[in-house]
């Protein structure tokens, strides 16, 4: 028996030692060329084995070969369309024993596959296989006896190329593991992936295969961002001849936002993506294409329903269908914007885990707030319908909005995008969508028109301005549009509001600063149509400057706009034009001008800088030319003089807002006016100098219609003065002017802090003519029914001093004179000066309180010399010797000055010290003798009354020669010669 055992023992041991060492006896090397042969009867490529193949026995059977090639196809881009760096196949031992052959793992390592589109159209995926040898693979003698347990695939690399689209698909780091019971079934996997840097796990059930032509299949697709998970089920058959799957897809998730942030890198989204999605549908798939109907989809509240299916062709056909009841839109903008997840991340594409891991080469980043680049395809065709019953937007329900769109040849067709909007409002948009550099295109056209443009601004957030009720009532547009990620800009705008008709276009440029380019034609607009008959008063102050220009410092702009007749107050302004624009907080006005408007044009050139800041002008020019400037004045609300005649302003504003300066120029009634000054707003002033130039002073108040004219030719008027102004006062300072030929010096100044005017001049003049600036005859208009009335309308003090006045051979050197009128009552104080060679004063008053004004004046001289007073008085030389002097009351009463100058009455007395012929020789005598005057002033009668004297005689040597001026009364009631 001993022996027998060592017999058994020592032939078991040479069987199991033939077993181990005939695997390396053989060069399995030399059965490359068989499966070379029989891999190209099943493919039609190439096989090519570069390294060993060898059989290993321990601890397990396994078949090793390394550098496995398969041939592409010809004209692809990859010489190899699948490259192994080693094949692994792993036998179990024991189904050997007894003919089977159950195979533990097949394992790819490190496998490169390349599937690739041709130009031509062809797919390296379609093998050119031997009939023959495929049925005799299929019906080999392992046939029913093979087993295969597990597919495992390490760290592969999938790269997909299609050469008509331009397009090239990388999947890296692909590690799966894949269960089987058997070649037919069933299969079961699970796994993770990483797809554009979006982590996913899947699940993948199949059953068996029933009759080789039905199976059951169940896929779930899950993935954290927004904890997104589709579901498929259903029934594959005719695997044999014709497959189709049919059953059922869901998918469902926490968040669409967090959805399109994680795959497509956007991380700016309105927030009503950052809401619970769902969609449910019914699906057939089949080599005639895709269907899913009975469609349901879900965005937080808001539900559609609807149809897709997707048809192959030439090129692939996609249909889709939606129908949406309501869309609550003020909810969706409620939600402002959604939160970015920046919690994923991807796993390292090598890394192996214990199920299926598949990682994409990542999408480059774009910059935050950048829309990525659109990328339509070409060779795929969709139809798109879509119909939203009705939108809820600002508090309003309006609608239906519809949508039928197509996608051909890598461009979007948007041949119908129609909504209704408040006040019979219809707007239609149609188009097209490139791709483009920057990101999607719209070209098309927009039509719009709306029965009343009211409704349509209150729903928009607009206030209406109070304007007729017949006003903004009809509005017809059309408009060519194009549009991109960074702008749009509508041109050929052809427009109606009312009965005013528009045209040219308007871009704007979006970004972190907007820029707006607008360019637009008027043909008539009528402001009076739109000005409502009683306008309600601002409440409050009026807003600042600042405050108005300020939100133009928010973008920048270029603006064209011009308006063939514009009517305000019923004055048509022609040709009105702005052309300017806004940059980097400058407002820059090119041309701001109107042709002609009330018998005048204009024009305003310059720039406004820190529109956010201190208001800062900029060479800021000013003309304006009228032949008629009482048209324009009237038109500004000014009673016009009427005699200005050609007129023309230009100024210049440089400075801040706050302390600007002033350069004018008027031209006007024949003469002209400059100044030169700088302004403060804080307080509020103006300081400068101030210059005014007439060939003719009587023209020029002739011209600006005063009261006064005087009765000569005065000569050219010429005054420079420094101007000082604010909100309390108003003064003229260092004035040097010239009347004529008569300097003047000194300053005025007007207070005007009190319940009226107080006017303060401090003035010395050279000679003055009087005759010269006596009012002409019918040339002194007064106010109010000729009343005095305008000496209430202001107080004054006046100090004057004249080098000699002289009227009609009278000659006062040296007057002064001060006066001061408070409440309407003139009181003229320290009139003096020489006359006659004597001193000459007096003092007097006007009350201008009444309806009727009183006048009351005294008026005294001493120690004149009498012959210069007769020669005065008739106007020739007189040798008479001897002192004169006078007392005189005057008074009268009237309702303006020509009325006081007529009804001037008073009386006084002749104080005479002559010489005469006494006794042979001379005496002097002093005789005092009354008289009167009776007006008017120009021309008065005057009255001696000799009746007093000695022997009812005036003995004055020379004095006859008065006689034709005077009257003589030798007794009462009766007068002599």
């Not at 495992?152 to 593991?177: F, H, K, L, S």
């Not at 009532?473 to 427009?495: C, K, Y």
């Amino acid at each position: 028996m001993k022996r027998i055992i060592l017999i058994l023992a020592a032939g078991v041991a040479v069987v199991v030692a033939a077993v181990l060492a005939l695997p390396h006896l053989i060069d399995w090397n030399e059965y490359k060329g068989v499966l070379a042969a029989e891999a190209r009867a099943l493919t039609g490529r190439q096989l090519t084995i570069g390294g060993d193949l060898r059989l290993a026995v321990l601890p397990a059977p396994a078949l090793v070969a390394r550098d496995v090639r398969l041939a592409n196809v010809e004209g692809a881009k990859s010489p190899h369309m699948v490259r192994l760096k080693a094949l692994r196949v792993h036998i179990a031992w024991l189904p050997m024993l007894v003919g089977r052959v159950h195979v533990e793992t097949i394992r790819l390592v490190e496998p490169e596959i390349h599937l690739e589109v041709l130009p031509d159209g062809r797919r390296n995926w379609h093998l050119d296989a031997d009939p023959a040898a495929v049925d005799r693979a299929a019906a080999g003698a392992l046939g029913p006896a093979l087993r295969l347990n597990a597919f495992a695939i390490e760290n592969g690399v999938v790269v997909y190329r299609d050469a008509r689209r331009g397009a090239v698909g990388r999947v890296v780091g692909v590690n799966a593991d894949i269960a089987a019971a058997s070649l037919s079934g069933p299969f079961e996997s699970a796994g993770r992936l990483v797809a554009y840097g979006l982590p996913m796990t899947f699940e993948m059930a199949v059953g068996r295969i029933i009759h080789g032509r039905t199976v059951p299949l169940n896929a779930r697709l899950t993935t954290g961002a927004g904890t997104v998970a589709v579901d498929v089920a259903g029934t594959a058959t005719g695997l044999d001849d014709t497959p189709k799957f049919k059953g059922r897809i869901a998918a469902r998730g926490q968040s669409l936002a967090a959805l399109a942030q994680a795959a497509a890198g956007v991380r700016s989204l309105p927030g009503f993506l950052d809401q619970d999605f769902e969609l449910d549908g019914s699906l057939v798939a089949a080599a005639g294409g895709i269907e899913i109907g009975e469609g349901a989809l879900r965005l937080g509240k808001t539900r559609a329903d609807g149809t897709a299916s997707v048809r192959p062709g030439t090129p692939p056909a996609v249909t889709v269908a939606v129908t949406v009841p309501r869309v609550d839109l003020d909810r969706w903008l409620d939600l402002g914007a959604a939160a970015t997840d920046d919690g994923t991340s991807a796993a390292p594409p090598g890394e192996r885990t214990s199920a299926a891991s598949i990682a994409l080469e990542p999408r480059p980043k774009t910059p935050e707030g950048e829309i990525p680049v659109l990328a339509l395809p070409e060779h795929v065709g969709v139809a798109l319908t879509a119909l939203v019953d009705a939108v809820d937007y600002r508090g309003r329900t309006v609608g239906p909005v519809r949508l039928s769109a197509d996608l051909a040849g890598g461009e979007i067709t948007v041949s119908q995008l129609t909504a209704r909007l408040p006040g019979a409002t219809d707007i239609a948009v149609f188009g097209f969508v490139t791709a483009a550099d920057d990101g999607p295109r719209f070209d098309g056209e927009a039509e719009a028109r709306a029965g009343d443009l009211r409704p349509m601004v209150r729903w928009l957030g607009g206030t209406m301005p109070a304007i007729p009720a017949d006003r903004l009532r009809r509005l017809v547009l059309r408009a060519d549009l194009a549009a991109t990620p960074t702008g749009m800009r509508a041109s050929g705008i052809e427009a109606q509001i009312d009965e005013s008709r528009l045209s040219g276009g308007v871009g704007v440029t979006f970004g972190t600063r907007p820029a707006v380019d607008l360019s637009m034609a008027v043909d008539r607009l009528d402001v009076d149509t739109y000005l409502a008959a009683s306008m309600p008063a601002p409440a409050g102050p009026p807003p600042s400057p600042s405050s108005l220009l300020a939100p133009l410092a928010a973008f920048d702009a270029t603006v064209d706009a011009r308006v063939g007749e514009l009517v305000y107050r019923a004055t048509p302004m022609k040709d009105v034009v702005f052309k300017g624009g806004v940059a980097n907080g400058t407002l820059s006005v090119d041309d701001l001008s109107v042709a002609r408007f009330a018998g005048a044009s204009a024009r305003v050139t310059g720039a406004v800088r820190h529109l956010d800041g201190v208001l800062e002008l900029s060479d800021v020019r000013l003309r304006l030319e009228t032949d008629a400037p009482e048209r324009l004045l009237r038109l500004a609300g000014v009673a016009p003089p009427g005699g200005l005649g050609p007129t023309r302003v230009e100024g210049r504003l440089d400075g801040t807002l706050v302390t600007p300066a002033l350069d004018l120029t008027v031209q006007t009634a024949g003469g002209s006016l400059v100044a030169e000054a700088g302004a403060r707003l804080l307080p509020p002033g103006i300081e400068g100098r101030v210059m005014i130039r007439h060939d003719d002073l009587g023209r020029l108040l002739a011209a600006v219609d005063a009261p006064y004219r005087p009765a000569g030719p005065t000569g050219p008027v010429q005054a420079a003065a420094r101007i000082e102004s604010d909100l309390a006062s108003v003064s003229l300072k260092d004035l040097r002017a010239k009347v004529g030929p008569t300097p003047v010096e000194g300053e005025v100044s007007v207070a005007l802090g009190g319940a009226r005017p107080a006017v303060a001049a401090a003035l010395r003049v050279g000679d003055v003519a009087v005759e010269r600036f006596l009012p002409a005859s019918g040339g002194a208009r007064e106010a109010a029914g000729g009343r005095l009335a305008g000496l209430r309308a202001f107080d004054a003090t006046v100090d004057m001093g004249a080098a000699a006045v002289s009227y009609r051979g009278y000659r006062v050197e040296d007057a002064s004179v001060t006066a001061h009128l408070r409440d309407g009552v003139l009181d003229i104080q320290d009139l003096e000066g020489r006359l006659f060679g004597g001193t000459m004063g007096g003092h007097g008053t006007l009350d201008a309180t009444g309806e009727t004004s009183h006048a009351e004046a005294t008026v005294t001289l001493r120690r004149g010399d009498l012959g210069r007073a007769i020669e005065a008085v008739t106007g020739r030389p007189s040798a008479a010797a001897g002192e004169v002097g006078a007392d005189l009351r005057l008074s009268a009463e009237g309702a303006g000055f020509a009325d006081l100058a007529a009804a001037a009455a008073g009386d006084g007395k002749l104080f005479l010290h002559v010489p005469i012929q006494e006794n042979g020789g001379d005496t002097w005598t002093r005789q005092v003798v009354p008289f009167k005057i009776d007006g008017p002033l120009n021309a008065p009668a005057i009255t001696l009354a000799t009746g007093a004297l000695p022997d009812g005689k005036l003995a004055v040597p020379g004095l006859g020669a008065m006689r034709p001026k005077v009257r003589r009364n030798a007794a009462p009631g009766g007068f002599l010669e």
